[in-house]
């Protein structure tokens, strides 16, 4: 099979197609990758053994298309059968062209019920929607007292608003621009956005046993437990520093160890493998 990514950086969905073809891989699935070239994701596979390939009608039994623009070259060359990622939360176009476009998958793997909405509203039949979550890798147990939050640049992603509450709360928040590296010594991720396709960053602060402050927008709600892995709030500076004090005040442990067993129960890799895998077989014979 062949998967495609068009994405310039190493940014979660990019990773999230290493963790499902390293999976794949391990069960006994042979794949190839295209990708732009000397693009992180394509060093990644490479150096990792997968192929290197362009999207060909031949030699592929099944296409996987990650991103938007891999969605649109599958489609244009009529590469099928054609699986495609949708992990973004805002609505799909309604011009004619991305019509026709999202006619052609034989099936859309949504990264969260609301995403799966999103689709079902833009007129794509329910029968081609499944829905399976993203992963996060094992994580070890945090044990730290940092207040941190996802540093970037996009605007959408609510930096300024975790400033302004933690400013209100008199809390020192961080910005992390390695999770993976930062989350072992935290004890909160503040986690804020306009919307939201599921939130992997939500998915690793669980692996590791951090609870998290997030916006009560979009697959949020799905990735989060509301007073058990964590809170939903609305994003207003207000309502969110006083939550955040409330939070740092509390014995966080339960909600802690609720957070990684939320992860072990749905959002592990090999439940997200495993899951896609199943999607494959309805379209193999």
């Given at each position: 099979?062949?998967?495609?990514?068009?994405?310039?950086?190493?940014r979660?969905?990019?990773?999230?197609?290493?963790?499902?073809?390293?999976a794949?891989?391990e069960r006994?699935?042979?794949?190839?990758?295209?990708?732009?070239?000397?693009?992180?994701?394509?060093?990644r596979?490479?150096?990792?053994?997968?192929?290197?390939?362009k999207?060909?009608?031949?030699?592929?039994?099944?296409?996987?298309?990650?991103?938007?623009?891999s969605?649109?070259?599958?489609?244009v060359r009529?590469?099928?059968?054609?699986?495609?990622?949708?992990?973004?939360?805002?609505?799909?176009?309604?011009?004619?062209?991305?019509?026709?476009?999202?006619?052609?998958?034989?099936?859309f793997?949504?990264?969260?019920?609301?995403?799966?909405?999103?689709?079902?509203?833009?007129?794509?039949?329910?029968?081609?929607i499944?829905?399976?979550?993203?992963?996060?890798?094992?994580?070890?147990?945090?044990?730290?007292?940092?207040?941190?939050?996802?540093?970037?640049d996009?605007?959408r992603?609510?930096?300024?608003?975790?400033?302004?509450?933690?400013?209100?709360a008199?809390?020192?928040?961080?910005?992390?621009?390695?999770?993976?590296a930062?989350l072992?010594g935290?004890?909160?991720?503040?986690y804020?956005?306009e919307?939201?396709?599921?939130?992997?960053?939500?998915?690793?602060?669980q692996?590791?046993?951090?609870?998290v402050?997030?916006s009560?927008?979009?697959?949020?709600?799905?990735?989060?437990?509301?007073?058990?892995?964590?809170?939903?709030?609305?994003?207003?500076?207000?309502?969110?520093?006083?939550?955040?004090?409330?939070?740092?005040?509390?014995d966080?442990?339960?909600?802690?160890?609720?957070?990684?067993?939320?992860?072990?129960?749905?959002?592990?890799?090999?439940?997200?493998?495993?899951?896609?895998?199943?999607?494959?077989?309805?379209?193999?014979?």
């Open positions: 099979m062949l998967h495609m990514d068009t994405g310039r950086e190493m979660g969905g990019q990773y999230q197609v290493l963790f499902l073809m390293r794949l891989r006994g699935i042979d794949q190839a990758i295209w990708a732009r070239r000397d693009s992180p994701l394509e060093r596979a490479r150096e990792e053994g997968f192929v290197a390939a999207p060909s009608r031949v030699g592929f039994d099944l296409y996987h298309a990650h991103d938007a623009r969605h649109t070259h599958a489609a009529n590469l099928r059968p054609l699986v495609v990622a949708r992990r973004v939360a805002f609505p799909v176009k309604r011009a004619f062209f991305s019509r026709w476009k999202y006619r052609r998958p034989d099936r793997i949504a990264v969260s019920r609301y995403v799966a909405q999103r689709l079902t509203e833009a007129g794509v039949d329910s029968g081609r499944r829905v399976v979550y993203d992963a996060a890798p094992e994580m070890p147990a945090a044990s730290g007292s940092r207040v941190i939050a996802p540093a970037t996009d605007p992603k609510g930096s300024a608003l975790a400033q302004e509450a933690a400013r209100l008199g809390v020192d928040l961080r910005f992390s621009a390695s999770l993976a930062d072992p935290a004890r909160l991720l503040v804020l956005s919307e939201e396709g599921l939130g992997s960053a939500a998915l690793v602060a692996a590791a046993g951090v609870p402050l997030a009560n927008v979009g697959g949020l709600a799905e990735a989060i437990e509301d007073r058990v892995t964590g809170r939903l709030v609305a994003n207003d500076a207000a309502q969110l520093a006083s939550v955040l004090r409330e939070m740092l005040a509390a966080l442990s339960s909600m802690a160890v609720a957070a990684r067993e939320r992860w072990r129960r749905m959002f592990t890799i090999d439940r997200m493998a495993d899951a896609t895998l199943a999607v494959y077989r309805e379209l193999l014979p």
